[in-house]
């Protein structure tokens, strides 16, 4: 069964920084670019980024290019997100996506606050 | 990078059928044929219910369609039940080798 295991996420001051993590199971992890989506409260899905199998090819929404950093670990199975310079604009559940076609599979999310 | 545009929202009765149009530009909509739709419900996790403009993952309904022309993707339900009110999204693949949401469409089933 595909697993994805956001963690990482809570309450974070404005201006600063979160490391968001994502572990996944169940299938092979190095078959699949690995996508970030965050949704603020009542709103829409927003695409973040995504990385590549190979560790290093990735890219970015224009909005958060320059402080949010993906990465990925392909001997933990897991991908990150680094998140700085947080502002109230930034509270959103973060979900952890494997593809965004025929291989789609979710996490159930974690969530990032922004609030002094 | 702006959003796809949907209606924000549409509805319908039992039975009948429904459209929602996504309208991006050539360099993400019209460019591509890496058009997705996902389904979420309150408090739930997107669910994949179209890929590729066209295709249903195994287990979708196939009263769910999708379709392009130009710049703009359709979804569209068939023979409606309470349980298809829910949000819906579009997503595209773009030039920038990014990927870019709609901005929801929010379907009543009345």
């Known amino acids: 069964e595909v697993q994805l295991v956001e963690s990482g996420g809570g309450i974070v001051q404005p201006g600063g920084s979160l490391r968001l993590s994502c572990t996944a199971s169940?299938?092979?992890?190095?078959?699949?670019?690995m996508h970030w989506v965050r949704q603020a409260p009542g709103k829409g899905l927003v695409w973040v980024s995504r990385?590549?199998?190979?560790?290093?090819?990735?890219s970015y929404a224009d909005s958060l290019r320059g402080r949010f950093t993906i990465s990925r670990d392909n001997a933990k199975n897991t991908v990150y997100l680094q998140m700085n310079s947080l502002s109230a604009d930034d509270t959103a559940m973060y979900y952890c996506?494997?593809?965004?076609?025929?291989?789609?599979?979710w996490g159930q999310g974690t969530l990032v606050t922004v609030s002094s | 990078q702006s959003a796809l545009t949907q209606p924000a929202s549409v509805s319908g009765s039992p039975g009948q059928s429904i459209t929602i149009s996504c309208t991006g530009t050539?360099?993400?909509?019209?460019?591509?044929?890496?058009v997705s739709w996902f389904q979420q419900h309150p408090g739930s996790v997107p669910k994949l219910i179209i890929y590729?403009?066209?295709n249903r993952p195994s287990g979708v309904s196939n009263r769910f369609s999708g379709s392009k022309s130009g710049n703009t993707a359709s979804l569209t339900i068939s023979g409606l039940q309470t349980e298809d009110e829910a949000d819906y999204y579009c997503?595209?693949?773009?030039?920038?080798?990014?990927?870019?949401f709609g901005t929801g469409t929010k379907l009543t089933v009345l």
């Open positions: 996506a494997r593809d965004l076609r025929v291989a789609n599979s």
């Open positions: 169940g299938f092979t992890f190095t078959n699949y670019w």
């Open positions: 990385i590549a199998s190979d560790e290093r090819t990735a």
């Open positions: 050539s360099s993400d909509i019209g460019d591509y044929n890496y």
């Open positions: 590729d403009v066209n």
């Open positions: 997503n595209s693949f773009t030039r920038s080798t990014t990927h870019v």
